[in-house]
């Protein structure tokens, strides 16, 4: 079933006022649903929003997860990537949150390397903000992502003590925990996502940027724990990008868990095509351990 963002609860900004590092630009979001798979589509974001999915009060658990959908920083794939999986989360009692970042471009933003980022910690800081309102804990507040969304999340999970708002500098950016799906984590010639890091930093971006984007180099003491799932024959994003992510969790001693498909390709959102399995049910039994 393709859920689709009138599901929700509520859909909010995530800025008040003027976004930052924004360029006034015609809004030509548009919404794709002509393929024949019926998947939402979303292209031309230069309006973030948080669509929020809050579970049954008497289910609720206080954790939250900021969904980042997938789409190699060209689209958002934001129904079985987002919507779709918020609905599966509020079934675990926990409160999603969709969010609808920014797509790097020159046309919207002074600086397109830190745009996506800058919404996602400033979704952190506006779900903790708000997190009464929602019946979340501030000390559960999660973020997920799937391909491009993971590397979204990753580098959320990664770069929290450096803000790329000089306004959010007192505030915790730190994700509790992070959800990874067959995440683009590294940005190195051998194993990155060639689309996603070009949409980023562009054609020729500088080996220094290269590793301050890639994950696996960026893990340290403070890194969240870590729920990873890739398939091994994945041609979209190489599976050695969790695995080098999971590595790198377990050199820090990070709690982190890795769940690989021999098959299921990329982008299979929350059930594995060829064997079936719907890894949401292991993450609700990481979670039970994770967020207490």
Known sequence: MILSAASAQTVVPLYEGKIPNSIDADNIEKSDTTKADGKIRVRDVSVPTLTVFLPAKEKATGAAAIICPGGGYSLLAI????????????????????????????????????????DAQEAIHVVRKR???????????????????????????????KPVRKDLGNVNLRPDFMILIYPVISFSDSLGHTGSRTKLLGATPSAEKKAAYS????????????????????KGVKVGNSIKLYEA????NIPAEMHLYPKGGHGFGMVNPTSGDLWMGRLENWLKGVVK
């Open 131 to 161: 997190a009464a309102e929602w019946n979340i804990d501030v000390n559960k507040v999660g973020i997920m992502g799937f391909s491009a969304g993971g590397h979204l999340a990753s580098t959320a999970g990664t770069h929290f003590s």
């Open 249 to 252: 969790l377990t050199a820090n």
């Open 215 to 234: 994950a696996e180099l960026q893990v340290n003491a403070q890194t969240p724990p870590t729920f990873l799932v890739h398939a091994q024959d994945d």
């Open 79 to 118: 129904s079985h990537e987002g919507y779709e999986v918020a609905a599966g989360l509020n079934k675990m009692g926990v409160a999603a949150i969709v969010l609808k970042y920014r797509l790097p471009g020159d046309r919207i933003m002074t600086a397109k390397e830190t745009g996506p980022l800058q």
